[in-house]
């Protein structure tokens, strides 16, 4: 009979689609049977496709744990991890990873293997207090109901080795990026940026990011008002990729301050490694993250970075080697910015150091880890 894997997630476009695909197919080659639970959170269901899967289960997972529909994920994913008789579980996501394990209980006692990626913990340095106080208790409590816990940067490793204990700990460099997908040439460059509307002479900036609070383009905005006064200012550009509860707010925020004209929504593009490829600096100032899968790419594409010195940036970012951390206030943006925009040379520099740094989060080493992980089990 065959083996078994289940991989758990709170959303499937969003997440299963975006990092977890390659580990399907890894299953399947080895002869394991694959299922998948998680939310379908495509505008049309009926897109919810997932390669590699011979079994969907559409879990009505809430991203906040309270949420009383979490009650009926819990009593669903329980049943549908009784019956299936999995070898492996693999859950990701805070809530998705948290009722799992719960649910997993029995099925551990019975030879189950659990393994829980997280993708950034809702605790880390300079967290609010509420995320303390909510999500630490949980996901303590959790690791004792937890074959191997992988974290994908150093401070949520040794924050996990300090205070929590699952059965095993593993440290893994992200969820792997395609680096040769990033290469662009000189010509490409230059036809997309004309596509784009933009003379050969402009400098663009790129932030690639789902528009929320916490990616905070708003203070991109601030430095790029800041900047107004600014020789040759007409020539700078600002190309936001992604969409979010922050876009309407976003563009009204640019009307006000007169840049409305050097602002780009682009919303959501297919066409990401080439708009890489197009830009001269990648502007990246969250307040959280856990290791950005954009950043990995913006390096790969050779592109200087311009970012906030925070937990995941720090693994990534060498400060004025491969990379540069700004602090997080429109002043200090503006000047980075400035600095950077007429400086061709260290441009160069930090692109191509990014680049060579990048090797190490590659999807083949990544891979090549899971898969030692999964086997060890």
């Not at 078994?4 to 977890?20: E, R």
């Not at 809702?122 to 937890?146: D, I, R």
């Not at 290791?291 to 906030?308: D, F, K, N, R, Y």
Request: hydrophobic letters at 40%; glycine letters at 6%.
């Amino acid at each position: 009979m065959p083996k078994k894997v289940l991989f758990v997630a709170t959303v499937v476009k969003t997440h299963i689609m975006q990092f977890h695909v390659p580990y399907l197919k890894m299953f399947q080659d080895m002869g394991w049977g694959t299922a998948v639970a998680a939310k379908n959170d495509y505008e049309n269901p009926a897109d919810c496709v997932i390669p590699f899967c011979d079994v969907y289960y559409d879990i009505p997972f809430q991203r906040i744990p309270w949420k009383k529909g979490n009650l009926r994920a819990y009593k669903m994913l329980k049943a549908i991890i009784e019956e299936g008789s999995y070898d492996l579980i693999h859950c990701h996501t805070p809530v998705g990873s948290i009722i799992a394990r719960l649910a997993a209980i029995g099925a551990r006692k019975r030879g189950t293997k659990v393994i829980y990626t997280a993708h950034g913990f809702h605790f880390f340095s300079g967290a609010p207090v509420q995320n303390w106080l909510l999500y630490f208790p949980m996901e303590w409590l959790c690791a004792f109901f937890t074959d191997v816990l992988i974290t994908i940067n150093r401070e949520d490793y040794y924050r996990a080795k300090r205070l929590m204990h699952p059965k095993r700990l593993e440290y893994v460099p992200g969820v792997g990026i395609d680096t040769e997908k990033f290469c662009h040439s000189a010509e490409n460059r230059l036809e997309k940026r004309r596509e784009l509307g933009f003379e050969d002479d402009a400098f663009l900036m790129l932030t690639v990011a789902e528009m929320t609070k916490n990616k905070n383009h708003i203070m991109v905005l601030r430095a790029m008002e800041g900047l107004k006064s600014a020789p040759e200012f007409e020539k700078l550009h600002y190309l936001i990729v992604g969409r979010g509860e922050e876009w309407e707010h976003l563009k009204e925020a640019a009307q006000a301050m007169g840049i409305e004209n050097h602002v780009h929504f682009l919303g959501y593009r297919s066409d990401v490694p080439e708009l890489y490829g197009s830009a001269d600096l990648f502007v990246f100032v969250p307040f959280r993250e856990g290791l950005s899968v954009a950043l990995m790419e913006a390096m790969g594409s050779g592109l200087p970075i311009l970012c906030t010195k925070i937990r995941g940036n720090t693994d990534l970012i060498e400060d004025n080697v491969s990379g540069k951390f700004v602090e997080n206030n429109p002043k200090a943006l503006s000047a980075a910015i400035g600095s950077l925009w007429h400086d061709g040379e260290k441009r160069e520099a930090l692109g191509r150091e990014a680049q060579r740094k990048i090797q190490d989060f590659s999807a083949e080493n990544v891979h090549k880890r899971m898969k030692d992980i999964y086997l060890s089990l």
